[in-house]
């Protein structure tokens, strides 16, 4: 089959099928359209992956076997992005669509690549990632505002969605979409995420955090409640991954990495991370939390945060309420606390990981609503 994926990626993912990276842009961001484009590779169909990039001026196309990616720049001022709606990106992506001619086009988001998707008039599955009225009341500002009138604009024209959890699902029917909706979560390639086992590592312990400066990712609240573990475990320190963090580099023991590659963070969660606190506010299917547990590493996070206790597998133990530091502290050092809890959890995290988004299970799901959509019948 020949499948064009339509999203922002990152480019160092693409390694496995790609080969030399070197020179080529990085993307924008880690996201499910890379695991899913190697995936595609691997059981033999013929992918075009079809992004944005906001660090380039010019088309850029990388042709290796089975795969094509194709980056189309992107304008770097969100005000000239959110006025124009997109326009100028979503007519590049419309002729990138139309030139590489696919059975199919799924299209991630429901923004400018799902919008170029409904305009090429191709066969378009898209898939929804997030809750564009959620995420503006948390981070109130013009762009989320225009972000939100392009997906009520978008979504009541989608023929046929897909959502990554449960709990989008009553949010596209506010939105205008009146059709079947599926649920595919996103994947994992498991191979690249091995089990690293149950037992609880050495001290200190080191608690990491993944987010950003923006309110939605609710850092502070890690921050808050680390001071509180501190206070009792005296050695435990706190690793902070994302950009926009640097304030906090000053509190003792609390280091700030920024923003590192996939590979990077893979790697520093299998030599050193013991239990990963997620305080998002708002998450539908965080790659995050499935990546940690497929470690094996108990993972703490939010029990109203969207879709995040569908991933958790509403778990009695990691899922707390996010706003309250005490309530944060009290969980991340019950777990430290109990060897047989954190074993517990650890072989629960990977066999759940393993049942529910294992890369070739959601990609077998995807073909398969593909060849529905493409049916005659």
């Excluded at 030139?99 to 998707?117: K, L, Q, V």
Aim: hydrophobic fraction near 40%; glycine fraction near 6%; include cysteine.
């Amino acid at each position: 089959m020949k499948i064009l994926l339509a999203g922002p990626i990152e480019t160092s993912a693409l390694e496995p099928v790609l080969g030399d990276i070197d020179g080529l842009p990085k993307g924008m961001a880690p996201t499910p359209v890379d695991v899913l484009a190697v995936e595609y590779v691997r059981q033999g169909h013929e992918v075009s992956v079809v992004t944005l990039d906001n660090k380039i001026f010019e088309r850029v196309r990388v042709v290796r076997p089975g795969i094509e990616v194709v980056y189309l720049p992107r304008r770097t001022r969100a005000r000239d992005l959110a006025l124009s709606l997109f326009s100028a990106e979503i007519a590049a992506l419309k002729e990138e669509y139309a030139r590489i001619n696919p059975d199919i086009i799924h299209a991630h988001w429901t923004y400018e690549f799902a919008e170029a998707a409904l305009r090429s008039g191709r066969p378009t599955l898209v898939t929804g990632h997030d809750c564009a009225w959620e995420t503006l009341w948390i981070e109130r500002d013009a762009y989320r505002f225009f972000r939100l009138l392009m997906a009520l604009r978008t979504t009541p024209r989608i023929r046929n969605l897909s959502v990554v959890a449960p709990y989008l699902a009553p949010h596209t029917r506010y939105a205008g979409f009146l059709r079947q909706i599926r649920v595919v979560p996103n994947g994992l390639d498991l191979s690249r995420w091995p089990f690293r086992g149950e037992n609880l590592p050495t001290s200190p312990p080191i608690i990491a955090t993944i987010g950003n400066g923006m309110p939605r990712k609710n850092v502070h609240a890690a921050v808050s409640a680390f001071r509180l573990i501190q206070s009792r475990i005296v050695e435990a320190e706190l690793h902070l991954f994302g950009p926009g963090l640097d304030r906090y580099a000053q509190e003792r023991n609390v280091f700030v990495h920024g923003s590192i590659p996939n590979q990077e963070l893979r790697n520093f969660h299998i030599q050193r991370t013991t239990i990963l606190l997620h305080p998002s506010l708002q998450e539908i299917c965080p790659v995050t939390l499935i990546e940690a547990r497929a470690l094996g590493i108990p993972v703490v996070a939010g029990r109203y945060s969207g879709g995040v206790p569908y991933v958790m597998g509403n778990s009695e133990v990691g899922l707390v309420d996010v706003k309250e530091p005490p309530a944060i502290a009290a969980t991340v050092e019950k777990i430290l606390s109990d060897q047989n809890l954190y074993k517990r959890l650890s072989l629960q995290g990977r066999k759940d990981v393993e049942d529910r988004f294992d890369i070739r299970q959601v990609a077998r799901q995807y073909v398969e609503t593909y060849d529905e959509l493409l049916s005659p019948c």
